[in-house]
């Protein structure tokens, strides 16, 4: 078994910047793939972005590509997401996600572990 845990969400101006990490335990995964997803109120899970186990291949959804970076760390069995020029429409819960079995696309329903989430909100 695998337990993520995310942290570094908070409250923030438009504009401003947020890192969000994911931290692994349990099991190492480097070799599973891992996004990141949010939930904003009354609305569906969302893919962020997400990234294989070679800790280069990303993907990116439309509306945060240019400003979001997703990264990870094997060594530290950590994921990160840097958040810039942050939007009041980034407002949501953010959660990880890893996939045992090394997807790393767009579909949350391939993912075997998940994060509490953590809250991120931008106010205007």
């Known amino acids: 078994q695998v337990q993520l845990v995310e942290s570094g969400g908070g409250l923030v101006q438009a504009g401003g910047s947020l890192r969000l990490s994911c931290s692994a335990s349990?099991?190492?995964?480097?070799?599973?793939?891992m996004g990141w997803f949010r939930q904003a109120p009354g609305k569906e899970r969302e893919f962020v972005a997400s990234?294989?186990?070679?800790?280069?291949?990303?993907i990116y959804a439309n509306s945060v590509k240019g400003r979001f970076i997703i990264s990870r760390d094997s060594a530290k069995n950590t994921m990160y997401l840097q958040m810039n020029n942050l939007s009041p429409e980034d407002t949501a819960v953010y959660y990880c996600a890893a996939s045992e079995f090394r997807y790393y696309g767009s579909r949350y329903t391939e993912y075997d572990y998940w994060g509490q989430g953590t809250q991120v909100t931008v106010s205007s």
């Open positions: 349990g099991r190492s995964i480097s070799s599973y793939g």
């Open positions: 990234i294989k186990w070679d800790e280069v291949t990303t």
